[in-house]
């Protein structure tokens, strides 16, 4: 499967960016999705991840509460909805698909990635 993301740009603290994530080549709804993000000089880290059916959700504790992932089958795309953004919030960010099932929370477990969309998070 082949993903594109979008939707990243430059936002002032407070404020919200909802990426997308679109797949093409398989079919989506066979893959749990992921999204992760990589601050500079930073490892990758893990940010939230949503099942095939939309069901079951996870988040890191960092966003919790402020992030909302969510899917659209019939459009073969995943979103996240980022609010109350933060400067630490700053990344680039990455959709990834991983055909295992579970609370699949590390980069090793997703076998498929974006190219990724840059937040930044600065006044």
């Known amino acids: 499967v082949q993903l594109q993301a979008s939707g990243g740009g430059l936002v002032q603290p407070g404020g919200s960016l909802r990426l997308s994530c679109v797949a093409s080549?398989?079919?989506?709804?066979?893959?749990?999705m992921g999204w992760f993000r990589q601050a500079p000089g930073k490892e990758r880290e893990f940010v939230a991840r949503i099942n095939w059916n939309g069901r079951t959700v996870y988040y890191a504790d960092s966003v919790k509460g402020r992030f909302t992932i969510s899917r659209d089958n019939a459009k073969n795309a995943v979103y996240l909805q980022m609010n109350s953004l933060k400067p630490e919030d700053t990344a680039t960010y990455y959709c990834?698909?991983?055909?295992?099932?579970?609370?699949?929370?590390?980069?090793?477990?997703?076998?498929?990635w974006g190219q990724g969309t840059q937040v930044t998070v600065s006044s």
């Open positions: 990834a698909a991983s055909a295992y099932g579970g609370r699949v929370l590390t980069a090793s477990g997703y076998g498929h």
């Open positions: 080549g398989r079919t989506f709804s066979n893959y749990n």
